[in-house]
């Protein structure tokens, strides 16, 4: 099985939590002296938040785990930052769990659902 990412030792692929879209937001920090009759002086301060969303489906009939939710929500109540890796091995850096969302559809009688759309936001840390 292709794994998708990974987030420490959690591994992102069909059978865990099988995100369809991967979102990364950069932002890069500046500072700005006001100056008279001219736009501010600016000067580079280093790089600023590193934003990852990731969203998706699990489908028990397609093989996902629920129970991956919990796994994930688990690792976030550590506060620990992972590392995140994607699926060609690159090392992205250390990332916290920011939040997640879920939207559980297709309610069977019991409330169990056919499917969960998800969002997991990370922010990196280091």
Not at 25 to 34: F, V
Not at 62 to 79: N, P, V
Not at 93 to 108: T, V
Request: avoid cysteine; aromatic fraction near 10%; glycine fraction near 10%.
């Amino acid at each position: 099985m292709m794994k998708l990412a990974s987030l420490g030792l959690f591994v992102f692929d069909a059978s865990t939590f099988p995100f369809s879209d991967l979102n990364r937001r950069r932002d890069w920090r500046y500072g700005a002296a006001p100056r008279i009759g001219d736009r501010d002086a600016t000067q580079y301060l280093g790089p600023g938040d590193e934003l990852v969303t990731l969203t998706g489906a699990l489908v028990p009939e397609a093989g996902a785990r629920y129970g991956s939710i919990k796994t994930l929500a688990t690792m976030a109540d550590q506060g620990e930052a992972y590392p995140f890796v994607d699926g060609s091995g690159v090392v992205w850096g250390s990332f916290i769990i920011l939040s997640m969302d879920e939207r559980r559809r297709a309610l069977l009688v019991d409330g169990t659902p056919r499917m969960i759309d998800f969002t997991v936001e990370l922010r990196r840390v280091a």
